[in-house]
């Protein structure tokens, strides 16, 4: 089966339609193994929960960053667009596929079909590259930890506009003709037309999956390795510590990239199986769990990221107990030994809530 676009406002098919087929009407992408009442049902609750949950985990994150002056340092300026593009993707994106799944059909036409692919890939392209940017930029703040400037945030906002033209650049190709955006999985979402065969739409799907999904994990995995092996070797000055610090780190690592893989691989490699594979491999059922789990990027970014950072954490708690400063003061991180600070740069969101974390302060001699 091929799904096409047939005309401005109506999708259509090369086949009969589904079972579910009086769920659907005008303008309603089609699938003969489309998801049934139940299905839809499952889907739409999956989706009200990614977007109540993505907009108050990013929500809060925003605002905390806006609250407290504390928290405005270069490196945290990309936890914030993360934050800020999974928030997009929350308010531009999930409620009209949730709205779509409610009724079992799409509900705004062939533009919003369009508007909805291009803008999901959008953001989404932008919260994965900033993942791997801040990975790259935790290494850095390690390895040149003496010549960081904590006031610089020159850097920090030229990465930002980096990631945001980047996801430009591989996501406007499908409206000017290379590939396409279009309806997928049981006609409630869209995206990227993975089934279709011509040269233009492989060698496209093939550039998305190499640039925006596979480099970014390889530069994860490459600058949270090195960061690893720097923290081994400091271990040497101060031994007592070394093992916690780099099982700690570890269990960060295996957390960060084991996230990455669950909740964008499944997709991509979806993505792949229909476009060499062809569309009957890979039923409109089977395809709602990989776009599921793309969506639900949202909801755990600021968890793993933010919420799990100390000093974020703190001033957290200040907000919710109405506090002016948190209950630890940054002023506190100028106490500890250098040595301690270098391997706290290393340091990501832990498995507990109050374990090894990435600490920052907006001072500039700090590590001196």
């Known amino acids: 089966m091929v799904i096409h676009i047939g005309g401005v406002h109506n999708f259509s098919t090369a086949e009969s339609a589904p079972p579910d087929a009086s769920l659907r009407g ?37 605002l905390v960053f806006a609250r407290f002056r504390c928290l405005w340092t270069p490196i945290n300026v990309v936890l914030l667009n993360i934050s800020l593009s999974d928030a997009l993707v929350c308010v531009f994106g999930t409620p009209l596929s949730f709205a779509a799944s409610l009724h079992g059909r799409w509900l705004i036409g062939e533009s919003g079909c369009r508007w909805y692919g291009f803008a999901n890939s959008f953001f989404g392209i932008v919260s994965l590259v900033s993942l791997s940017v801040l990975s790259y930029e935790r290494y850095v703040t390690v390895l040149r ?22 996801a430009l650049l591989w996501t406007l190709p499908p409206l000017l003709g290379w590939s396409s955006y279009g309806p997928e999985g049981p006609g409630t979402t869209c995206s990227v037309q993975w089934h279709l065969r011509s040269p233009s739409s492989v060698s496209y799907v093939v550039c998305l999956f ?37 099982q700690a780190l570890l269990r960060m690592m295996v957390t960060l990239v084991s996230c990455y893989l ?14 060499f594979g062809g569309a009957r491999l890979v039923t409109p059922s089977t395809s709602v769990v990989p776009s599921i ?3 639900f990027s949202t909801v755990i970014n600021p968890v793993i990221y933010v919420f799990f950072n100390n000093q974020f954490y703190r001033c957290l708690m200040a907000l919710l107990r109405c506090r002016a400063e948190p209950l630890q003061s940054v002023q506190e991180v100028r106490a500890t030994p250098r040595s301690q600070r270098l391997s706290a740069l290393a340091r990501g969101p832990p ?16 590590a001196q």
């Not at 669950?262 to 476009?275: K, N």
């Not at 498995?351 to 001699?365: D, E, F, I, K, Q």
Request: glycine share 10%; charged share 15%; aromatic share 8%.
């Open 145 to 166: 930890s003496s010549q960081v400037d904590m006031s610089d945030f020159r850097k920090a906002w030229l990465c930002v506009g980096g990631c945001w033209l980047y």
């Open 262 to 275: 669950l909740c964008w691989m499944p997709y991509g490699v979806m993505a792949l199986i229909t476009t």
């Open 351 to 366: 498995s507990g809530r109050h374990g090894l974390v990435v600490r920052y302060t907006p001072h500039a001699n700090v």
């Open 26 to 62: 005008p303008g309603a992408p089609e699938a003969p193994d489309g998801l049934s009442r139940g299905g839809h049902t499952a889907v739409a609750v999956c989706l009200g929960f990614i977007l109540v949950a993505g907009i108050v985990n990013n929500s809060l994150s925003l």
């Open 293 to 295: 789990l793309a969506k």
């Open 210 to 246: 190499l640039f925006c999904l596979l480099l970014p994990l390889l530069l994860m995995l490459y600058s949270y390795a090195r960061i690893l092996i720097t923290v081994r070797r400091m271990g040497k000055i101060n031994p007592v510590t070394a093992q916690r610090r780099e």
